[in-house]
């Protein structure tokens, strides 16, 4: 319904910006000449009579108004659809939501959990038994990018 209405106002607009841009070019400037001289001369006098300035003065407030009446509308009718189309966020799906760790936090971890009892070189072997297990991660992980980008599935329409 909304749509409806604001496709009918637009063309409303359309139309009376239209009149309101052919009423002014038929009006003769103080000068007796400008463009309603251009587009027929005397043709707005012998429509309207002797009293065409009046008319066409009046046509140009009514057309103007009516203008902005339809503008300001129309801009209410587009508040008022865009106010009706934000999204609703819930909380518990953002605040459950599983981050995946780092890699940086992933080594830490690894070299915290080591084990701290015996000598340097075992806990050296035990980092590097851990780094090798992330390496090894990391290394699956880009083989199977590599994997999808070299094979990619063809486009369907």
Request: hydrophobic share 50%.
């Amino acid at each position: 319904m909304g749509t409806l209405l604001i496709s009918l106002l637009t063309l409303v607009l359309l139309l009376i910006s239209a009149f309101v841009v052919m009423i002014v070019l038929m009006q003769r400037t103080s000068q007796s000449g400008g463009m309603g001289a251009a587009l027929g001369g005397g043709a707005a006098e012998s429509a309207f009579g002797s009293d065409t300035n009046n008319i066409l003065t009046k046509g140009t407030v009514y057309g103007i108004i009516a203008f902005f009446l339809v503008a300001l509308g129309l801009y209410l009718l587009y508040q008022a659809q865009a106010a009706n189309s934000i999204k609703e966020v819930d909380m518990n799906t953002l605040i459950s939501a599983q981050e995946e760790k780092p890699v940086a936090e992933t080594i830490t971890e690894t070299v915290e959990s080591a084990n701290v009892e015996g000598t340097s070189s075992a806990v050296m072997e035990s980092v590097e038994a851990g780094a090798a297990e992330v390496e090894a991660q990391v290394e699956e992980a880009v083989d199977s990018v590599d994997a999808a980008v070299s094979d990619p599935q063809p486009a369907t329409n």
